[in-house]
């Protein structure tokens, strides 16, 4: 039989996965939010970092501080889910990555919480805009979050398609990489298709520079260090029978270490460039960082690790994750204070829960929903125990 947290958490999260809205636009998300955190007798700080809010909660008299961390933000992709009852109402916008879950699981958490009092501390629930861009938490940093709300330590998770359902992941030191983002655009001289020597092919240029990119993880870095260069935009102003004068690649990379983050800019930069010389072309070449990695503090792994170990068992609970080449908005926040990030298990492959994340027909497995919410108020209990 259904539990009457469960039903509850089930509830919340179908109004938000019926509203989607995404980076800085999470208004009504926000109003939501807020009015639950406002009924459970939370104080409520609204506006923080565009539509960012900080719920708190205060029980005994020790001047701990946790923070749990749940990311409000949708995509902009159209859900495909006939016959789904609580499927997206927003044309073009959809919770294709689980984030109306990781809303109501901290929900529940402060209803726990709230309700039991069986702490002894102050917990801060950050609701944080625009995750999937990695703006959101520069953002509630630039406009004063843990000045305004201190924290000495944040928790955070996210569900993870392919992992049984309701199990736990984390590891100590880079759980997640960072995401940079690379626009080399290529200016040469276009010509008619049966002419090409009247030219400079940018084409040509271009698809060089793809390749030669390729070489850059497999001979300019150490085996043992982790990174990744995806070129995943190929744009010309060529049409059939015209070699363009223009060629725009687009991508990103993914690593661990700034002095990689560095190679991979500089060797970039130069092969881009050298390439384009060497044709007689000209090199516009862009290169920013968009998200931080992920790197957990090892003095809360522990805690992270026996908390979820608690709730679901040792024997569902992996201390020692293989590290993921995914990114996190997450791990901006782990740059200014100590925390942990965990995965929680959506479901594996071919089961319920197991369609991959940003894909038009996923849906945030109901089942882990407790799960979460029981994990989160286990941190709690843990962080701040009374004496």
Known sequence: ???????????????????????????????????????????????????????????????RVIGLRADMDALNIAEHAPGRAHASLNAGKMHACGHDGHMSMI???????????????????????????????????????????????????????????????????????????????????????????????????ASQIVLALQTIVSRNLDPGLQAVISCTEFITDGIRNVIPSNVTIKGDTRSYAKDVQTLLETRMREISEGICRMHGAEC???????FAPTVNSPEYVDLAVKAAQNVAGATAVDANVQPMMISEDFGAFLQAVPGNFIFIGNGETNAHGGVPLHNATYDFNDDILETGARYFAEIVRLALPRS
């Open 1 to 63: 039989m259904e539990s009457t947290l469960q039903g509850q958490l089930k509830s919340w999260r179908h109004h938000l996965h019926q509203r989607p809205e995404t980076g800085f636009e999470e208004v009504d998300t926000s109003a939501f939010v807020a009015n639950i955190l406002t009924t459970l007798g939370l104080e409520v700080a609204r506006g923080i970092g565009g539509t960012g809010l900080v719920a708190t909660l205060r029980v005994g008299s020790s001047p």
């Open 107 to 205: 929900l529940g958490a402060a209803r726990l919480l709230a309700e039991r009092r069986d702490f002894d501390g102050t917990v801060r629930f950050i609701f944080q805009p625009a995750e999937e861009h990695g703006r959101g938490a520069k953002a509630m940093m630039a406009d004063g979050l843990f000045e305004r709300f201190p924290v000495d330590a944040i928790f955070g998770a996210h569900n993870m398609p392919g992992m049984r359902a309701g199990t736990f992941a984390t590891r100590a030191g880079g759980i997640m990489a960072s995401e940079d983002n690379f626009v080399i655009h290529i200016k040469a001289r276009g010509t008619h298709a049966a002419r090409p020597h009247m030219g400079i092919d940018p084409i040509v240029i």
């Open 284 to 290: 516009h070449f862009e290169y920013t960082h968009e």
